[in-house]
């Protein structure tokens, strides 16, 4: 029953599409309706999704998380997006499984002093795919010169359990200075110890909720940001 009603939804927006130039060659604007109908003419053949907006990366788009991005674009219809990020090294894909016109994802989990490539396929909702090209380029720039040192003593990631690390926005004086300077990062690594996500954001006992994002108490406020340092919430 689902595929019959999204087969319909599409028939509906291709009639309205063939329907705009029907003065310039209207015979073959009904032969092609006609066969969709009969399911003699895939939807692919018919009308083959378009990007209506064309994909843009955005690194550190609040100027707080160096290490995360976002990609914008937009289609025709209702699309999901799938990511996939490699370094030549390491490579991952992220499913986002919403279906929706115009697109906004974060990219997540890329390495300090790296250049990825991004490739994005976009899939509708009667699955005709589509790969949107050019290939996106993500470039991160080295730690900062006052990152704490982080020194892996022993790690066997096949006996930990599957995630990351939250290391929290640590308050405490750096050298015997009282009152001087403080660790400035939140930090998350993965099973390897590597850094993949740092910000300036942040404060003890931090913590993160099921719908990933990050919670912290700052002064007598509680704030709830995600990873691209988005505020969500506040509660005074």
């Known amino acids: 029953m689902n595929s019959i009603s999204h087969r319909d939804t599409r028939f509906t927006l291709t009639k309205t599409r063939l329907k705009y130039n029907n003065d310039t060659n209207s015979s073959a604007h009904r032969i092609a309706i006609l066969l969709f109908i009969t399911g003699i003419a895939t939807s692919t053949h018919v009308w083959p999704i378009e990007i209506t907006s064309e994909p843009t990366l955005t690194m550190d788009p609040n100027g707080v998380t160096p290490l995360a991005g976002a990609v914008q674009f937009s289609t025709d219809v209702s699309t999901r997006a799938t990511v996939t990020i490699s370094n030549g090294a390491d490579s991952w894909v992220k499913e986002f499984t919403d279906y929706k016109t115009d697109h906004y994802h974060p990219i997540l989990g890329l390495k300090p002093n790296n250049t990825y490539t991004i490739k994005v396929t976009v899939t509708d909702e009667i699955n005709d795919s ?40 640590l308050q405490r004086d750096i050298g015997n200075t009282p009152g001087g300077d403080k660790e400035k990062y939140t930090i998350i690594l993965n099973n390897m110890g590597e850094v993949v996500w740092y910000s300036t954001l942040g404060a003890r006992d931090m913590m993160q909720s099921k719908n990933g994002n990050l919670i912290y108490r700052q002064g007598h406020e509680i704030y709830e940001v995600d990873l691209l340092g988005n505020t969500q919430s506040t509660l005074h």
């Not at 589509?130 to 290939?135: A, I, K, Q, S, V």
């Not at 730690?143 to 690390?165: A, C, N």
């Open 130 to 169: 589509l790969d949107l090209t050019p290939d996106l380029l993500a470039v991160t720039d080295p730690l900062p010169v006052d990152f704490p040192l982080i020194s892996v003593i022993h790690s066997e990631p096949s006996r930990m359990e599957p995630g990351y690390t939250l290391m929290d926005k």
